[in-house]
């Protein structure tokens, strides 16, 4: 993989060792865990045996966003599988003045883009919580559609999305016309 990307005035670096507690910090802090699928309060120990477990697992790419030269957050692809050409993407915005305006969409456009042309998949896969309303409108306003009914789904009240590369660029649209970083 190549050492960063940059597109939409964001640049995703690999997650590094040296990140590891800033993460941390970041994904325990109860704004951020409150709508991850794991809520569990994660220690220094339990970051590092992840980090280490990451290094070598192809399935799984993590990677720091960065806006204005700032770290602002974290974005990954999970359960990558190059020969299903799919992968469920996944990001969060630490600081509280880039979530409510376009840099959220900054952000997903940067690792939709990466996922779509430079690894080559062809479905991404979303899982939101019912009752996280914002990330809903989100996420369809970036081209998902929903796949199944919540009240179909055993875990955790969870919807279940879709996103194709035709999808996104149609939706990415008339959104990036507003992006002048």
Request: with cysteine; aromatic share 14%.
């Amino acid at each position: 993989m190549v050492d960063y990307f940059q597109r939409y005035g964001v640049t995703i670096k690999p997650l590094a060792e040296d990140d590891l507690e800033m993460v941390r910090n970041w994904r325990n802090s109860p704004e951020i865990a409150q709508h991850m699928l794991d809520q569990r309060y994660i220690t220094a120990e339990g970051q590092r045996k992840w980090f280490e477990g990451l290094q070598q697992d192809q399935s799984r790419a993590y990677w720091v966003a960065w806006f204005k030269n700032e770290p602002i957050g974290v974005v990954s692809l999970v359960n990558i599988s190059r020969n299903e050409g799919t992968a469920e993407p996944g990001m969060y915005i630490y600081p509280e003045q880039y979530r409510n305006n376009i840099v959220p969409f900054c952000v997903a456009f940067i690792l939709n883009d990466y996922a779509f042309e430079e690894l080559g998949l062809s479905l991404l896969f979303g899982k939101i919580f019912t009752d996280n309303k914002a990330s809903i409108r989100f996420h369809e306003k970036c081209g998902y559609v929903q796949v199944d009914d919540a009240s179909l789904n055993s875990e955790n009240k969870l919807i279940h999305y879709e996103l194709t590369q035709e999808r996104y660029e149609k939706a990415k649209e008339p959104i990036a016309r507003f992006i002048r970083y």
